[in-house]
């Protein structure tokens, strides 16, 4: 019986063999540095939003009760001065597109949806938002409210809800988001946000694109240790009032 001998390869197939298997041998560990990087970008990303989210619910159940004799003095000013609900409702976009109810203290009169329409020639805001320094559609208490953000405050309970957090991109209405570009779009991957970047930079005084430029940055960057330095950064920015309105 013949006995089997492995066939001889010439150089030139061995050398390509070789190659091959040493290809092979490469993708394989660049597959797995790739596997481990992504597993560790999902175990920091789970980590960072449960901090957030443990750092959203302390500090807004903290504030509402640090806060509820202030709200409580808001509430009968906005009463005795002009009719109409005391907690004003509107649907904005949150994170992803998703619609929520977003609450405030009414600073306007009753009417101000309607006559919104007869203002829009009067627009300052140079993007898809409505904005003027002195809109006659304001109470007196809502001017002084918006001045030192405390209109805001009752956006306490949609973070405890979990449809805010304490930092985050501003909540835009529908109408708004509808004349968003692709850019754009990008600043509802993150939650919205009683404060943020953008609020500690200059608020209303900023251009819109300026405005979306620190939102992207902020998503970008996203961590608590941003958060923490956002919230201490807010403080003072409320209290200057610069670019509130």
Known sequence: MQEFTPRQLDPKAERMLAIFAEQRFRRSQSNQRLRARMLVWSIRTKVVRSLKRTLDVTVASAALVASAPLMAATALAIKLESPGPIIFRQIRVGKDGEHFYCYKFRSMYVDAEVRR??????????????????????????????????????????????????????????????????????????????????????????????????????????SIWKDLEILLKTVPAVLSSRGAY
Do not use: C, H
Not at 143 to 151: A, H, N, Q, Y
Not at 156 to 177: C, F, H, T
Not at 192 to 217: A, H, M, Y
């Open 117 to 222: 329409a007869e203002l829009l020639a009067l627009n300052e805001s140079d993007g898809p938002v409505f904005k003027i320094k002195r809109d006659p559609r304001i109470t007196r208490v809502g001017r002084f409210i918006r001045k030192l953000s405390i209109d805001e405050l009752p956006q306490l309970v949609n973070v405890l809800k979990g449809e805010m957090s304490l930092v985050g991109p501003r909540p835009a209405i529908p109408s708004e988001v509808e004349r968003y570009t692709f850019d754009q779009i990008a600043r509802l991957r993150a939650m919205p946000g009683i404060t943020g970047l953008q609020q500690v930079s200059g608020r209303s005084n900023l251009d819109f694109k300026r405005w979306i430029e620190l939102d992207l940055q902020y998503i970008a960057e996203q």
